[in-house]
């Protein structure tokens, strides 16, 4: 019940000023995005706040006689609810992919496998409640139009598993270790580590090589206790 008007015109896109900052993104499930400078960004978890609202009228819905205009009314009230959990989520994944353009001249993040999380059945609903793909693509067009760089690592790529500081790789951490303990004595946060390793990747891969990443190392590690704090909240 709802008129949409679409028009095509052209719009000329402002290039933002460039600036030095640079930017590894950990996508998770409990958090939804973990920066490589130490921000935390929670998942919203839009689906499931409103999940029982959702499950109620699902059932007031299989109540109804099919082709009665009660029927009707119940459709259109469950759509309403989907509806407003899609733009809840669309809201916020904007608004979250417009700060990080503006703030970052660099953004590398993972090539998430989205569709093959979504075979999980225990990680489909939350995987689909996150919206990581549309999180990447809107990143990748916003890029595009205001001058940065969005750079995507290869999603095979041990992020996790591998140690920041000495590049050794524990081939044992599984999904449950949210911190582990490296031989070379250091002791890593999972999600933050894997943000630091993604810059790191990005960065190479972007021909941008290890120096720009040796000046904001020293910054990174003192925003370490600030991290391990927000994603332990």
Not at 3 to 16: A, I, M, P, W
Not at 74 to 83: G, H
Not at 120 to 141: D, I, P, T
């Amino acid at each position: 019940n709802k008129y949409f008007v679409s028009l095509t015109c052209e719009v000329e896109q402002n290039k933002l000023k460039k600036n030095k900052n640079k930017i590894g993104i950990d996508l998770g499930i409990k958090s939804f995005a973990i920066c490589s400078n130490g921000d935390v960004f929670d998942n919203p978890k839009h689906y499931h706040k409103l999940e029982k609202k959702l499950k109620y009228n699902q059932r007031q819905l299989s109540k109804k006689n099919k082709g009665g205009s009660t029927r009707n009314k119940q459709r259109l009230k469950l759509a309403k609810i989907y509806e407003k959990i899609t733009n809840n989520r669309t809201d916020f994944l904007h608004k979250l992919s417009r700060k990080l353009i503006d703030e970052n001249q660099v953004i590398c993040v993972e090539d998430l496998n989205v569709k093959g999380m979504m075979s999980n059945h225990k990680l489909a609903k939350s995987v689909m409640n996150c919206g990581w793909g549309e999180f990447v693509r809107q990143l990748s067009y916003k890029a595009e139009w205001y001058g940065r760089t969005v750079v995507k690592i290869d999603r095979f790529f041990p992020s996790s598993k591998t140690c920041y500081d000495c590049g050794y790789i524990n081939q044992e951490l599984s999904l449950r270790d949210r911190e582990w303990k490296c031989v070379c004595g250091k002791n890593i946060d999972r999600d933050y580590n894997a943000s630091l390793n993604i810059l790191k990747q990005g960065l190479n891969m972007s021909g941008l090589g290890t120096k720009s990443l040796n000046k904001q190392k020293q910054v990174e590690s003192l925003s370490l206790d600030k991290a391990m704090n927000q994603v332990a909240q």
